[in-house]
């Protein structure tokens, strides 16, 4: 079995390593550095776990252009970034660039446009995938060759999400995964769904009829309610879907490379992450 490629969040990464850590973990100049100790933290965890062929460190824009331009208020409840993580996140590529790991953003799309655009082309090149991330949004991804290694408070490693698991979450397949969002909503991106239907009856709607239009087509056989929402959320469930479906860009696919544990033990030890430093260069040693 080939070594798979590992694609990482590094937004939700970045994120999650800020709050979760306490903020007296500090570097040379006195600044917080919990962001970068636990993302490549919880990076190298999956690395030890899964020994990938390389790693991707994936970026982006926030909101992408492209779901902000269809509906305004996506995102648009999220706080702005701290002023001690900003400072972390510019600092954030030349260390994962030193561990080894590919660093890549995009202008206008989202670091989940980028993950779901590598793991395409690594399916069509015969390989396997592995995404680190919190974000169900990337069940959508989830086949046969791609696995979802979702990340939950409070323990220690990821769930690991293939097709198998999207339908015993969800209820539906991975491919339908952007119309569920439309109909069930996603608060976290500030998508509110259809008024009044849930998780459970998006998924039945989906199961019966199979994804959105068709969805639409039949509301007149649903009840009241469901046929109501329907009808007059109509073209806004469909811009709903559009802005949770993920955008594919063309993207070389990464060489094989391991991660250099020396160099990312130096950029970690000049930034003044003894105890990471330390890790690291224990794991430089051979043996």
Not at 101 to 122: I, K, N, Q
Request: charged residues 25%; proline residues 7%; hydrophobic residues 40%.
């Amino acid at each position: 079995m080939p070594a798979p490629l590992l694609l990482c969040d590094t937004p939700g990464l970045l994120y999650r390593g800020f709050f979760a850590l306490p903020d007296s973990i500090k570097g040379a100049e006195g600044r917080p550095v919990n962001a970068l100790v636990g993302s490549v933290n919880m990076t190298l965890w999956c690395i030890e776990k899964y020994a990938p062929r390389a790693v991707v460190m994936c970026f982006g824009q926030e909101s992408a252009t492209y779901r902000t331009d269809a509906y305004p208020d996506y995102h648009a409840a999220r706080p702005e970034m701290p002023d001690d993580l900003a400072w972390q996140w510019e600092r954030a590529g030349a260390l994962y660039s030193a561990l080894g790991w590919t660093v890549l953003g995009h202008e206008s799309l989202e670091a989940d446009d980028l993950m779901g655009s590598f793991a395409a082309l690594e399916t069509e090149s015969g390989g396997e995938t592995l995404i680190l991330t919190a974000d169900r949004d990337m069940f959508q991804c989830a086949n046969d060759s791609v696995t979802i290694l979702l990340q939950k408070a409070r323990q220690q490693g990821p769930d690991e999400v293939g097709p198998d698991q999207v339908r015993e979450i969800y209820g539906i397949d991975p491919a339908q995964v952007p119309d569920f969002i439309a109909l069930r909503g996603d608060p976290s991106d500030g998508l509110p769904g259809a008024k009044g239907i849930g998780a459970k009856t998006a998924a039945d709607l989906l199961r019966r009829k199979g994804d959105l239009d068709h969805v639409i087509l039949g509301a007149i056989r649903e009840t009241p309610s469901v046929r109501k929402a329907l009808i007059e959320q109509a073209e806004q469930l469909r811009t709903f879907k559009d802005i949770a479906t993920l955008r594919m860009v063309a993207l070389d696919r990464p060489a094989d490379a391991p991660t250099d544990y020396a160099g990312g033990a130096k950029a970690a030890e000049e930034i003044g992450m003894g105890r990471l430093a330390k890790r690291l260069s224990d794991a430089a040693q051979p043996g």
